[in-house]
């Protein structure tokens, strides 16, 4: 009784600590959605408008917002600290195993298991699996009661491993492991180069300025100021930056979107397959191997999360704002987000259920 006491106030506590933006961030997405689609209703000329500025063939106010997605998390990560995982081997090996590995494989089979003949939906799910979680990922894990250092941690690395690797992983994906299988991809168009700029651009520059931010901030107000007074206030920046691509998103999509609702269930019953049973697998084998709850919960939400804000950038950069590409990426976080937040849920119950093993000396060093 004592032990479930202190949980359900450890729970409340991590609870209290979210903003209202972050506590009802499911509403929030619905709002926008709705919202966009009004947009889109009303003003028709929108697209030629938002296409009259670029940033590397994708419209300013879009870029504004991808990039405002990312800044605030990756200001956030304690990249002097990135050491510290190397202590943890078994988080870090099975954290890159789930997210590098056996992430970008499984929705490889999926995209072509359920979108066989549609090269648009199947090209934007496989793009989707390739980015790895980087943003909203910090939410679970603190709503799950996860590991708070271990999660900012893996999404310093997530961050990097997509720079170094993401565009060719994509060829891998989008055409060489194809062409092995004996599989159609000639209506797969795409340009290693195009990812690449889209990668650098919208994951290399909120990368490059969140370090700098945390480097300067660091250095001329301390840790604790930057850590509880500055990064707080950056932080809603990001949920800001989703709603406001959302909105602007589906007021282009809108037309394809209420003219073909079989298109969004298409796209949506792999990725809730995909997400149940990355998170369940990362669970399971990350109490097999005995970490403890905090850092399993990380493992696993980190890997069953996807960076829908990247996945988007590429596909607006690649394939054009209106492609079905694009579609895919915007549908993508409206089913991850009701779908973690029930895996959030899930994994509170498996905490009372389950034994788990102690914490590692790295969460006493981090911490």
Request: overall charge neutral; some cysteine; proline content about 5%.
């Amino acid at each position: 009784m004592a032990q479930s006491a202190q949980l359900d106030q450890e729970e409340a506590a991590v609870i209290g600590r979210l903003s209202t933006l972050d506590r009802f961030l499911p509403i929030w997405i619905g709002i926008a959605m709705v919202l966009g689609l009004l947009l889109g209703r009303m003003l028709p000329g929108m697209q030629g408008a938002l296409d009259s500025v670029k940033v590397d063939q994708t419209s300013l106010p879009i870029a504004i917002g991808l990039m405002a997605m990312m800044y605030p998390v990756l200001a956030r990560v304690k990249y002097e600290e990135m050491g510290h995982l190397a202590g943890d081997r078994r988080m870090l090996g099975l954290s890159l195993v789930m997210n590098w590995i056996v992430g970008p494989a499984l929705m490889f089979a999926l995209a072509w298991i359920f979108l066989p003949d549609n090269p648009a939906f199947r090209t934007g799910l496989i793009v989707i699996g390739l980015a790895r979680c980087i943003a909203m990922v910090l939410i679970w894990n603190d709503l799950a009661c996860g590991d708070r250092e271990a999660g900012a941690l893996l999404v310093a690395i997530n961050s990097v491993f997509q720079i170094l690797g993401y565009a060719l992983l994509g060829t891998f994906y989008l055409a060489i492991l194809p062409g092995w299988l004996g599989l159609d991809t000639q209506n797969v168009e795409f340009s290693t180069w195009l990812i690449t700029k889209a990668v650098l651009v919208f994951l290399g520059i909120p990368l490059v300025a969140g370090y700098l931010t945390r480097r300067i901030g660091v250095a001329k107000k301390g840790r604790e100021w930057y850590d509880n007074v500055f990064a707080p206030k950056i932080a809603p920046i990001a949920l800001w930056g989703l709603l406001f691509t959302i909105v602007i998103l589906f007021a282009l999509q809108g037309n394809t979107i209420t003219g073909d609702p079989a298109a969004v269930v298409k796209i949506a019953v792999p990725l809730i397959i995909y997400f149940a049973i990355m998170w369940f697998v990362s669970m399971a084998a990350s109490r097999a191997l005995g970490l403890s709850y905090p850092r399993s919960a990380t493992v696993s939400f980190t890997a069953a999360g996807n960076n829908f804000e990247l996945a988007i950038a590429v596909c607006i950069a690649v394939w054009g704002v209106t492609s079905g590409e694009a579609l895919t990426g915007v549908i993508g976080p409206l089913i991850e987000v009701p779908a973690l937040v029930a895996l959030v849920y899930v994994s509170l119950w498996l905490r009372r259920k389950w034994s788990w093993g102690s914490p590692s000396p790295i969460s006493q060093d981090v911490s």
